[in-house]
């Protein structure tokens, strides 16, 4: 499976929230329990916000010291995760 793949179906069942890029990373590998290297991961990021597939994962919530990264899908991300189960229902 892709990594953008992986990241949709893992963000379509999984909350992630996490204090940066790489601590997202770390999350998404332990819950998909794929190993995916650094670059895969941004270039799938990448590719799923230029898609429309996910929200901005970089947020400041309002009174926050600090930007959090937050990776959720949008309502097209959502139905192209429902499809890719669609068709192979495994895990993650």
Do not use: Y
């Amino acid at each position: 499976m892709n990594a953008r793949d992986l990241l949709l179906r893992t963000a379509f069942r999984h909350r992630i929230n996490e204090p940066n890029v790489e601590a997202g990373c770390e999350r998404l590998v332990a819950l998909a329990g794929e190993d995916i290297a650094a670059a895969e991961f941004h270039d799938a990021v990448a590719s799923a916000l230029r898609e429309g597939l996910i929200r901005e994962p970089i947020r400041l919530p309002e009174g926050a010291l600090q930007c959090h990264w937050h990776l959720e899908l949008t309502p097209t991300g959502v139905a192209a995760a429902r499809a890719l189960l669609a068709t192979d229902p495994g895990t993650p």
